[in-house]
């Protein structure tokens, strides 16, 4: 029987999956445990300094601290965004987080 260069490079290809992917595959769902395993906000001026102020406390979007703004009303928008402002998932602020920083921005006074 003759051998053709196709069928050495399918040989070579599966072997290489077999090797290499079950090996990426474990680097993949470590790295996924090592982001998700036990971080989280110390509290919401911490999240609103990492993350809103960039934008809101230099004039590129609204100031939003001092208006009593409506708790429910911050997380839809921080949810879902709003113009320029852009969703954020729960895999960038989960749910907790969320309502920490909801907390904060809707009873803190501004400190010019």
């Known amino acids: 029987m003759k051998k053709t260069r196709l069928g050495g490079a399918v040989v070579v290809f599966g072997f290489m ?5 079950p090996a990426i595959n474990h680097a993949w769902s470590a790295q996924e445990e090592k982001l998700s395993a036990g971080f989280a906000w110390k509290d919401g001026a911490e999240i609103y300094a990492k993350i809103c102020a960039y934008c809101h406390e230099t004039q590129v979007g ?7 703004l409506p708790i429910n009303y911050i997380r839809t928008i921080v949810r879902n965004g709003n113009r320029a402002m ?3 998932r729960s895999s960038e602020i989960d749910d ?9 921005i809707s009873k803190t006074e501004a400190q010019h």
């Open 17 to 21: 999956l077999v090797i290499f992917f």
């Open 62 to 68: 609204p100031s939003i601290r001092n208006r009593e």
């Open 86 to 88: 852009p969703a954020f």
């Open 96 to 104: 907790e987080s969320l309502t920490k920083l909801s907390d904060f």
